[in-house]
């Protein structure tokens, strides 16, 4: 499909949900309009839109899957959901804790016993639950090959060069490979692949009827395809495959059955106690549950996942105590600036909830701009405190610098919103990325972490 046709298409659709909503006042409506102004102005092909709240369910697709060979998107079309997929392997463990095969607070040695990273003390002490929370204490963002059923395995099995960033449970650092790892311990438990574990364990207690992790069966329904902006035209970007890491970001579902997930959270009370704080993201007031990413505004407890997919950004949101529920799915890299303004538009629309100027908050897996809600200091803090290089082994280091009297990481200029917590104002990356600095028991900084991934300072 040409751009300029693309772009008349996501127009035009623009026009019909504000008409409804003017018509109607509905809040669906105004947040459909929303989500059609902010596809045609991040020239995003795709998206599906949905909300249960009190037990009523509306959804909505937008655009089309692909813009080569456009097919209109619905309710029941496929997306990879990345990172979401995190909260499907915390289920099926919990699952598995309801059912006495596995226990939360349980070394990972208990179930693999060949297990081991570079630090021997690490290797003891890291436990089921540091997995689950992003606190195992070393490097996450590893690649996983493709091994087939032995994936996972051969994942856990080559982790045992990873140095140590941190003591398990003490410093929050966004983790695939833990999750990775937490799903080559649902395998051995169950006997079975994780594809055919997910499938027992929580698609199908779920009520959900389309969820996948092998790209070959996902992409036999209706499927949205990765895009990507390169020299001003909305390409496809190939080849395309589900992660191997399957606990980590491999799942791929529909926004019905996505809907259909969080209503069977809300009712589950055993599946409660992953909606409780393990961990505080140290210098954010964010918090993390047993696979939820938890946030409150004003007072009120918010459980949230993203996911980043290269062409691909989603979301999804359970606000329990108002028996609340949103996802939002796009087909474009740039899909995260349309969730991050659905998602706060849908908070206040439904429940009047928004973010408190200069608030705290941590990446919940798909990108997040500060500036939206932050104020700079009007007194910065003193550079000195933070500069130094910070090692994230194997994956490189960031380098932070005094320059003209403001703290430079990495080519990034940060600006302090708050006490050791900043975004950068220029420089690599988005305008509006986390930085957060974290302390040492002592008082001394310890970490940075950049767009919730830690380097240890020294």
Request: glycine residues 10%; aromatic residues 8%.
């Amino acid at each position: 499909m040409k751009r300029r046709n693309f772009l008349l298409m996501a127009g035009t659709a623009a026009l019909a949900p504000r008409f409804a909503a003017a018509q109607t006042g509905d809040k669906f409506e105004e947040l459909a309009t929303l989500v059609s102004a902010k596809m045609a102005e991040l020239h995003i092909p795709g998206a599906a839109f949905g909300v249960m709240k009190n037990g009523k369910v509306t959804t909505r697709g937008f655009g089309v899957t692909s813009v080569e060979d456009p097919q209109a998107v619905t309710a029941d079309t496929v997306f990879p959901i990345a990172s979401i997929s995190k909260t499907f392997c915390s289920t099926a463990v919990m699952n598995l804790i309801g059912q006495g095969k596995v226990e939360l607070k349980a070394p990972v040695r208990r179930y693999l016993p060949d297990f081991r990273v570079q630090d021997e003390k690490v290797t003891q002490d890291v436990q089921i639950w540091h997995l689950l929370t992003h606190t195992p204490g070393w490097e996450g963002q590893l690649n996983t090959d493709d091994r087939g059923a032995e994936s996972l395995h051969v994942f856990a099995d080559g982790m045992k060069d990873l140095p140590k960033l941190s003591d398990p449970g003490t410093v929050w650092s966004y983790n695939n490979a833990g999750f990775g790892l937490a799903g080559r311990v649902i395998e051995v438990v169950t006997g079975k692949t994780i594809h055919d574990a997910l499938k027992e364990l929580v698609y199908t207690p779920a009520g959900i009827a389309r969820a996948f992790s092998r790209t070959g069966e996902a992409m036999t329904y209706r499927f949205a395809l990765p895009h990507r902006q390169q020299q001003n035209q909305t390409t496809i970007i190939r080849p395309f495959d589900l992660p191997a890491n399957v606990t980590a970001g491999g799942i791929a579902t529909t926004v019905s059955d996505l809907l259909k997930y969080a209503s069977f959270h809300l009712g589950d009370k055993t599946l409660e106690p992953m909606r409780v704080p393990q961990v505080k993201k140290n210098s954010t007031d964010d918090e993390m549950g047993i696979g939820w990413q938890l946030r409150r505004i004003k007072g009120v407890m918010t459980a949230a996942h993203g996911g980043t997919l290269g062409g691909h950004c989603l979301h999804l949101q359970i606000v329990p105590e108002r028996n609340l529920a949103f996802s939002i799915l796009t087909n474009h890299q740039d899909g995260w600036r349309l969730i991050q303004d659905v998602e706060r538009a849908a908070l206040k629309a439904y429940e009047g909830l928004e973010l408190a100027p200069n608030q705290a908050i941590g990446h919940r897996g798909v990108s997040e701009t500060m500036v939206a809600h932050a104020t700079p200091l009007a007194q910065q803090p003193n550079p000195e405190t933070y500069t130094g290089t910070y090692r994230r082994p194997p994956l490189g280091s960031v380098e932070v610098k005094q320059q003209d009297g403001k703290v430079v990481a990495n080519g990034a200029t940060l600006v302090f919103y708050g006490k050791d917590i900043a975004y950068a104002a220029s420089g690599p990356g988005y305008v509006g990325t986390p930085y957060e600095f974290i302390r040492k028991p002592d008082g001394s900084v310890g970490w940075i972490r950049v767009n919730g991934r830690v380097a240890l300072k020294g």
